[in-house]
């Protein structure tokens, strides 16, 4: 029996925590070069606390985005985001900012296999909730 996305993506995780630690500044450098109008929407975030729990999530989602919790959480995450002045297509690339960022922190080690369980993980939680 072959691994499943998830348990390609939990690996590639559990890779970068131990070679990198924390992303999370890395995500949010890239997050807010790309989307500069994002930033001013973290102004509150003095500790860097909602930065880390928004990407736990994120990888929460992405290790089970068909799991009950995960289809509600995204699901209001996103009204919750449109209050914020969010449109869903920023929420979205963010789930790829995140794998865009887990890829070049692993480099060399990142395999193809991970690029498609990211990618099929990263549609499924974004297909499942619109």
């Not at 003095?46 to 990407?55: F, N, P, Q």
Request: glycine share 6%.
């Amino acid at each position: 029996m072959g691994d499943t996305t998830t348990d390609i993506v939990t690996r590639s995780l559990e890779r970068l925590a131990e070679r990198v630690g924390d992303p999370t500044p890395q995500v949010y450098q890239r997050l807010f070069a790309r989307l500069p109008q994002a930033e001013a929407r973290f102004a509150r975030d003095v500790t860097g606390d909602i930065k880390g729990e928004m990407l736990s999530m994120v990888f929460g989602c992405l290790m089970d985005p068909a799991g009950p919790y995960q289809v509600n959480l995204v699901k209001s995450e996103r009204v919750n985001h449109d209050g914020y002045g969010t449109p869903n297509h920023e929420f979205d690339s963010f789930f790829q900012i995140v794998k865009e960022t887990c890829r070049d922190l692993l480099g060399s080690d990142w395999t193809a296999a991970e690029e498609e369980a990211w990618n099929t993980q990263i549609a499924r939680v974004t297909s499942i909730t619109q």
